[in-house]
């Protein structure tokens, strides 16, 4: 992701993101720090192709998401990214297992596959036994432990998680973030967005984001030092 | 570059029978929402499909009996009146209209100047609107009428004191069945009951009357011969030329006072009046569905502002534009065809019912129940086009901001 520029139109235009670049490589574990309003969830929304660039090129593996169309990009973030959010975005008219399995639906994949990974999935984030249960019935850390297999069930090479811990009690938090560290172990890519510093200072690579622009990285400080 | 790298560049897809699974998480979700939006298009369905049904049952029922009347029957009457008709042809008219070559055949009916009672301790004034007519035995065929029980006039029984019922004028008698022999009080004499006959599909005047053969009126009640009404039966495609003839045939002295009327056209009337009013019920049930259409336009509407955060989320996990579109125009799709498929059942329903209270034939009409059908599947589509737009637009980021 290279000289990144983000306006929302206005007058004048909001410049979210002013110049930004980051690398984020295979199997690194980042943490996007800073308060809010500083851009952090701008700089997630376009490193996971929600949202295009004003300016500037995002790359994904080496493919500039910028050629791409919808379809194409739909078809990186159905593929290849997994989401986790703050407020879970579970569908509560559904059970654990078929949220789960909307992960895999916009790959094509059939509904026998979908609920099959799906429930391995489960069983990975310690849900095991709430495979039917709809996630108004659970907890919230139950939830995000549902959303997080939610991004995973397609074995996304990149994790993009926006607070994911935002409103969970410490224990939950624990748990989740035990699953990141997981993941992490098991080669996935994973950024971490937070303004909670002990998590982000419990991550190998902390990013820290001010006013539109990369304060720090710690990366590059470790680099220079 | 496929070849190399299909991983990278596959397009997000959705299978077909996931398309349908997505529409209906929706509505399965929120039941009774579904359960009232559907309702609409239901009552609108139910009312368009039930009209037709109704208006083709009805209308077959009365076709039925325009057929069994024939629409190729004429009725001559001689006026009374102001031009100084006496209401009666002169003698010998019958055999004129017979000579028309157009006539298939002609029967005429006079009146008898006497009571009809049931006993002679009864008084003379208590006909109860039961009258006695003399015919000829050609009647029963011109008018295509049947003999409910015993017999019809024939050339022996013509001749004697005998008289046939109307189905009217034997239920006013209290004569059912004419296993042992009957008799009514005609005039001043006993004469026996030989037959009763089934309701005429049009001749209420005969319903109600009599019927004697011709010779014992004039040997037993002195009435006069002439005719005060003659049935014709025309070939067919000839009626209108047929119809200018008779006047003239009939009454050659007065044939402005003839008037030749066509009992069917009566009933077609009736077929058309009903006709005008299916039009309006249907026009009706139209607006029902028109009404029901713009509750499922509103319902969606509403779905895609509350369901922001699932199309956010859906377009993060690998949803295209056009997935989303698609997944909300299913959806109103689904509504619309769910209050389609009760308004068909419901309509057929309302039909059977009321036919079966009329004892009418039920005809559900193929096409109304497939185009009711398919007209809330249109409604639907046209309801869900905008909110899925709107759904389609939204941006992702967008939606996500909840």
């Known amino acids: 992701m290279r ?16 110049d930004v670049s980051v690398r984020i490589d295979h199997g690194e574990l980042v943490a996007v720090v800073g308060p809010s309003g500083s851009g952090k969830s701008t700089l997630l929304n376009v490193m996971g192709t929600l949202d295009r660039p004003t300016r500037g090129v995002v790359a994904i593996d080496g493919d500039d998401t910028a050629t791409l169309n919808d379809r194409q990009v739909a078809g990186v973030r159905a593929r290849r990214i997994g989401f986790v959010f703050q407020q879970f975005f579970l569908l509560d008219g559904m059970s654990a297992i078929d949220n789960v399995a909307n992960g895999l639906i916009y790959q094509g994949v059939g509904i026998k596959e979908r609920r099959e990974r799906s429930a391995e999935t489960l069983r990975r984030v310690g849900l095991g036994h709430r495979l039917t249960h709809p996630p108004s019935h659970m907890s919230g850390g139950e939830r995000q432990r549902v959303a997080v297999a939610r991004a995973l069930v397609h074995e996304p090479a990149f994790v993009l998680a926006d607070e994911p811990t935002g409103n969970l009690d410490s224990r939950s938090t624990g748990a989740v973030m035990d699953l990141i560290h997981g993941l992490h172990d098991e080669g996935t890519t994973i950024a971490v967005i937070t303004h909670d510093t002990t998590i982000a200072a419990s991550l190998p690579r902390q990013v820290s984001v001010f006013d539109g622009r990369i304060e720090s990285d710690s990366a590059m400080q470790s680099a220079f030092a | 570059m496929t070849a190399t790298l299909p991983q990278r560049t596959s397009a997000s897809r959705l299978r077909p029978s996931d398309v349908l699974r997505v529409g209906a998480s929706g509505p399965r979700a929120r039941k009774t929402r579904t359960a009232l939006s559907a309702l609409g298009v239901s009552i609108g369905i139910a009312a368009m499909v039930g009209v037709l049904g109704l208006s083709e049952s009805s209308k077959s029922a009365l076709l039925d009996e325009i057929s069994a009347l024939g629409t190729n029957l004429l009725t001559v009457e001689s006026g009374v009146g102001i031009g100084g008709g006496d209401g009666k042809f002169p003698e010998g008219s019958l055999a004129a209209v017979n000579r028309i070559e157009t006539i298939e055949t002609a029967s005429a ?3 008898v100047e006497a009571s009809l009672l049931k006993s002679e301790f009864i008084p003379s004034g208590q006909t109860r609107g039961l009258t006695v007519v003399a015919a000829s035995e050609s009647l029963l065929e011109t008018l295509n009428g049947e003999v409910a029980e015993g017999r019809w006039l024939d050339n022996a029984t013509s001749e004697y004191p005998a008289v046939v019922l ?43 009357s009599a019927i004697m053969g011709q010779q014992a009126s004039e040997a037993f009640f002195e009435s006069d011969p002439s005719p005060t009404t003659i049935f014709a039966r025309v070939e067919s495609g ?19 006072e003839v008037t030749v009327s066509r009992p069917s056209d009566a009933l077609e009337a009736q077929a058309a009046a009903d006709d005008a009013l299916t039009t309006l019920f249907l026009g009706l049930g139209a607006v029902a569905l028109l009404v029901g259409g713009i509750g499922i336009a509103n319902v969606m509407v509403i779905a895609v502002i509350e369901r922001r955060g699932e199309i956010g989320l859906r377009r993060a996990l690998g949803a295209t534009r056009a997935h989303i579109r698609r997944q909300f125009l299913t959806e109103a799709v689904i509504l619309s065809a769910l209050g389609g498929a009760v308004g068909v059942a419901l309509g057929i329903g309302a039909t059977y019912l009321y036919s079966g209270l009329q004892g009418w034939r039920v005809i559900i009409p193929g ?28 941006a992702p980021t967008e939606a996500l901001r909840a």
């Open chain 2, 238 to 256: 000839t009626l209108d030329a047929t119809r200018d003839l008779i006047p003239t045939t009939a009454d050659a002295e007065n044939p402005e």
């Open chain 2, 166 to 208: 109307g189905s009217v004028a034997a239920e006013r008698l209290g004569i059912t069945t004419l296993t042992q022999p009957i008799y009514v009080y005609v005039g001043e004499h006993y004469v026996e009951v030989i037959g009763i006959l089934e309701e005429f599909p049009l001749s209420a005047d005969l319903d109600r």
């Open chain 2, 367 to 394: 096409t109304a129940a497939a185009g009711g059908f398919l007209a809330a599947l249109l409604i639907g589509a046209a309801a869900g086009l905008y909110p899925a737009m709107r759904a389609a637009r939204l």
């Open chain 2, 109 to 111: 009916v006079h009146d």
């Open chain 1, 3 to 18: 000289n990144i520029v983000k306006e929302y139109p206005g007058f004048p235009p909001v410049r979210a993101l002013d």
